[in-house]
DNA sequence: CCTCCGGATACCCTGCGGGTATGGCGATTG
DNA sequence: CAATCGCCATACCCGCAGGGTATCCGGAGG
């Protein structure tokens, strides 16, 4: 016989209350096969848990039965409820990629959102550039990802999340900060400071594009390393060009310049497969609705 | 119905075996009783926690029960262990007090032993000055006391652990480091440093009077702090004494000196209360005796 | 010495958990 | 496409673990 979970509760009923008939009360239950089940306990472990005489108290080997009892039995309680919980998606976890643009605001938002609605939900979080979150969503790795150019594949499913318009990252002493705003072409001859070309190579066109139709010429620098590197701009004649969600996010010692042209807007995306049937990704997924929804991410700003 | 640790056993061997007849097989059971209380369980938490068409696979609330009842089992397993150990006081928690001079070599040395022979025991140790400890002792705070000059009381037992010789411990430089052993009149007009003196009485008696039977005038300087503080000396006409175990690990800076007089051993002693039943009390005195009988405490050296 | 309180013992009985036989559904194969 | 096989579900039976009632016993208090 194996000890289970009704004896821990009688023994911890016995302790707590300090006698076998209050305990039985308790437990609504008679005393006698209480005090039965105790002693075959007892008997089975070869250890006594409690004196009886001249009252009821507990052994040392009583006592650490108790400690380990009571969590192993609040632990318990969480079970049925964690699964249930998770059986609406409320309890789990949900692993989200996303491409560094969206670190700015939007993912802190899905996050903080996810979060307050459904407290048992953790969200994994992992930035990266889209050729590994592209080989990540395929592997099952990650169970959703926020990102602007992925492949089109006919097991994801896809829904635009935010529409943004370009803004300039400059140095703080630009000459065209002070306007706050500015065309393309006013950085005409000036350095186009861009990531790694392999690990964004829509993006990179999108962005070359939108500098030649303007007719001008640019200087290129390409920064060797992921993530921000390219908005360390070291002068006052290089400029990069960001989603507009990255405004009073930038690094210290540069500064957003709106741009004016007209110009398709940048989609940020959330991407997961259709055969993925998380509930727990579900309730993201309506979560981030809602969020773009209420913050208007829909009308590029 | 309560979910008990017969169902968490079931639904693990489902999942882990990947189907209904093998987990039956594992749990030495017919499948047809297995598939009822699995279906019972889901019924009562309104929740399914496999897919069984086309394959048996656990659904994103099955792999949420089955990860929480793991940890349950596992805990459950040590539960029964533990409470054997701890009947023979092989698993529990003392609580040992000791003044600072037993840090040096004593105190390290009993609980390794008491780690190595019996590893579910943890020994909590705190150090504290003597009158501390002898509170703590009738308080209950501590199940055991390694002190020099504790208050004799009925309820006390005590035992006396190890004998030392006097070291002096002095700068570096100090003119007598380079003999080795000197004889307390060496020290003669030197400034003899000490802790407070309140908060060991006795070992401050028993030092001055040695210092006094020598027929030599001293200077003196209390310590304000506790600690090791009175061991700062300073200059090359300070000295502390302390017990022989601190040779070779006092401050760097400083060096001991063996003090030749024929004086008193120090005693170190463990003290406890008689009305203690703790058996993992026991097991540390044992060892302890044990520690003290292989290393030869009990002549000064 | 008696009483009373509380745990232990003796004995009964019900229902839960497990067994056997069999049905049903989906996938695989000639 | 039919037949077969594998595997889980359903139906029904049974034994015993666990709970109930009645009673005994030991120690503390008056």
């Known amino acids: 016989m194996a000890i289970d979970l009704r004896l821990m509760r009688y023994v911890l009923a016995v302790a ?3 006698g076998f008939q209050r305990a039985a009360k308790r437990l609504v239950m008679a005393q006698p096969p209480l005090s039965r089940q105790i002693r075959n306990l007892e008997r089975e472990l ?3 848990l409690f004196e009886r005489r001249p009252t009821v108290r507990l052994t040392e080997a009583g006592r650490v039965f108790v400690e380990s009892a009571r969590t192993i039995l609040a632990e318990s309680d969480r079970l049925a409820e964690r699964t249930v919980l998770a059986s609406r998606g409320e309890y789990g976890t949900i692993r989200v990629g996303y491409i560094y643009s969206a670190v700015f605001e939007t993912l802190p938002r899905l996050v903080a959102a996810t979060g307050r609605s459904h407290p048992g939900v953790t969200v994994y979080v992992r930035d990266a550039w889209t050729p590994e979150l592209d080989a990540a969503l395929l592997a099952d790795t990650y169970d959703l990802v ?7 594949r006919p097991e994801y499913r896809r829904e635009t999340l935010r529409r943004e318009r370009l803004v300039a990252v400059v140095d703080e002493g630009h000459p065209l900060v ?3 705003r500015a065309g393309l072409r006013d950085f005409a001859g000036q350095r186009f400071c861009h990531p790694p070309r392999h690990l964004a190579p829509d993006r ?3 962005m070359t594009t939108a500098l030649e139709r ?9 920064s060797p390393i992921h993530g921000l590197g390219h908005l360390d701009l070291g002068d006052r004649r290089s400029f ?3 989603a507009g969600s990255a405004v009073g996010q930038v690094p210290v010692g540069t500064a957003t310049i709106a741009i004016t042209d007209d110009l398709p807007a940048l989609e940020l995306q ?10 727990t990704l579900e309730i993201f997924i309506d979560n981030a609705r809602g969020v773009a929804h209420r913050e208007g991410w829909n009308d590029p700003a």
């Open 178 to 180: 002070r306007h706050g």
């Open 240 to 242: 990069a060009l960001v």
């Open 16 to 18: 707590e209350e300090g």
């Open 214 to 222: 303007t007719g001008e010429t640019f200087e290129r620098w390409e």
């Open 46 to 48: 070869g250890v006594t």
């Open 146 to 152: 926020l990102s602007r150019d992925l492949p089109q």
């Open 270 to 279: 959330m991407v997961w497969k259709r055969d993925n049937t998380s509930a």
């Open 204 to 206: 990179y066109h999108f």
